[in-house]
């Protein structure tokens, strides 16, 4: 037992009671199903805009770009293109690398004593798997749930459903991606809980988007395949709320507005917690600057304005005075 | 002294990757160009209206109907059973295309309205086409 954890999944749990009691019990399917969800996208795209500002705010003092290989130098030193650019296509190559590939995340290590006291680094590859397993999945379940906000569907979306749904198992199809969310989502948790060193610096903040996120997941999943839902209602109150004609249909059953709920607080939350490192990830000052530190001069933007007096301007000011004491000057007039 | 001017660094480049967040983020908004498309109505044969009555009440068989479908074909092609009697008593031959498609023989007006609203594309149609029929 964790104060942490109990307390996310505590809040989670009240969350979705909230969502079931404001439509079961109190009736505020307008609530839920249309004035929520605008005030939540709201949330996100101005809360995610003025995070963003908000940094860009901040001065960067001197490049502080992590170098992963050599930097360019000499011509006849050869230089990391990628993990040390010299120029604005490896910095474009390189966070794409970071962005869609966890690039830095796959040379984590594990340090251990082994043997007594004998200091290993060992590679560590699993938090990397998932994280990558978690977010395409992640993903791809968004990309896949705008069918409910287009029509007709892209035919590129429909692509992408025939893809998820590829060994057609069952009725409705199994989209792998909603099992893989869920596997992804469980070892970000377990890993939390089972590895000490990883358990002692997890907050509340930690565990709460993992929980948030596996309700998500697991309504959804609910849904689809097993309590059902009416379909082309939903799509009615969706796409409602893209047109800006919302609807309420009343056979939406109360397990969509426990999901859409959910997403709503994800949405909500997004821009005031660690999720922001969607956004983050492309202000990374170690990541998005070029490692040209001796090529080019990097002025400190938190250089105060000094006062300077050169010896120019200090020899004009008292040039008689030191001829008068016979010291020597630059130029005699 | 951070924050001091609150100056933004990079203009450019933050505003430009702001409208790409914003333009990705509404795409749904400007990609139904604010036009709501009414409900699917699936339209019922002659036949399906004198019947009344489906297999199961409209409401079950409008979220249900895929997964009643997957256990009969499990039925009839793991254990040979055919029949499949209702809360009502009443007992039906558990077949697509002889069953429900023989009622509902209009698959574009009916199947296709709400499955190509909710984007399913069901793989039942691959084998069970309306026309030939299968041979009993």
Known sequence: ?333 | MPNNNNKIYDKNKIVIGIVIFLIISLFPIWYNHFKNVPAPDPLLTEKAKIAKECVLPKVLMKTEHMQLLNSWRDSVVRDGKRLYTNSQGKVFDMSLSNGCLDCHSNKKDFCDRCHNYASVRPYCFDCHIDNPKEKK
């Not at chain 1, 004593?113 to 791809?140: C, D, Q, R, T």
């Not at chain 1, 358990?199 to 929980?211: G, H, N, R």
């Not at chain 1, 409602?240 to 709503?264: D, Q, R, S, W």
């Open chain 1, 1 to 333: 037992m964790n104060v942490h954890y109990m307390f996310s999944l505590i809040v989670v749990i009240g969350l979705v009671l909230l969502a079931y009691v404001g439509v079961e019990v109190l009736g505020l399917k307008a609530i839920f199903g249309v004035v929520l969800p605008y005030a939540a996208f709201l949330t996100f795209l101005i809360g995610v805009a003025y995070k963003v500002i908000d940094w860009a705010k901040s001065p960067v003092p001197f490049r502080i770009t992590t170098t992963g290989g050599q930097q360019k130098s000499l011509p006849w030193i050869k230089s990391a293109k990628i993990d040390n650019p010299d120029c604005s296509v490896g910095v474009v190559v390189r966070m794409l690398t970071e962005i869609l590939f966890f690039r830095s995340l796959f040379r984590n290590t594990k340090a251990e004593l082994k043997e007594g006291n004998k200091f290993s680094y060992e590679w560590e590859k699993w938090l990397w798997i998932f994280a990558i397993l978690f977010h395409w999945s992640f993903a791809v379940v968004l990309v896949r749930h705008f069918r409910l906000f287009t029509e007709p569907v892209p035919y590129l979306l429909q692509l992408l459903e025939n893809l998820d749904g590829f060994f057609q198992i069952g009725i409705p199809v199994v989209f792998l991606s909603g099992l893989l969310l869920l596997a992804g989502v469980t070892y970000l948790f377990l890993r939390r809980i089972f590895i000490p060193q990883i358990k002692y610096i997890s907050l509340a903040a930690d565990y709460f988007p993992l929980f948030l996120i596996f309700g998500i997941a697991f309504t959804g999943i609910l849904m689809r395949y097993f309590t059902k839902t009416d379909i082309v209602a939903v799509k009615q109150l969706t796409m409602g709320l893209v047109t800006l004609h919302p609807t309420v249909p009343a056979t939406i059953g109360f397990i969509f507005y426990v999901h859409l709920f959910l997403v709503c607080v994800l949405l909500a939350y997004f821009p005031f917690s660690k999720l922001m490192h969607l956004g983050g990830i492309f202000l990374s000052p170690t990541r998005n600057l070029p490692g040209n530190t001796r090529a080019v001069r990097h002025i400190n933007p938190w250089n105060y304005p000094v006062k300077v007096h050169t010896y120019d301007e200090y020899e004009e000011e008292f040039r008689e005075k030191m001829i008068e004491a016979g010291l020597p000057v630059e130029k005699e007039e």
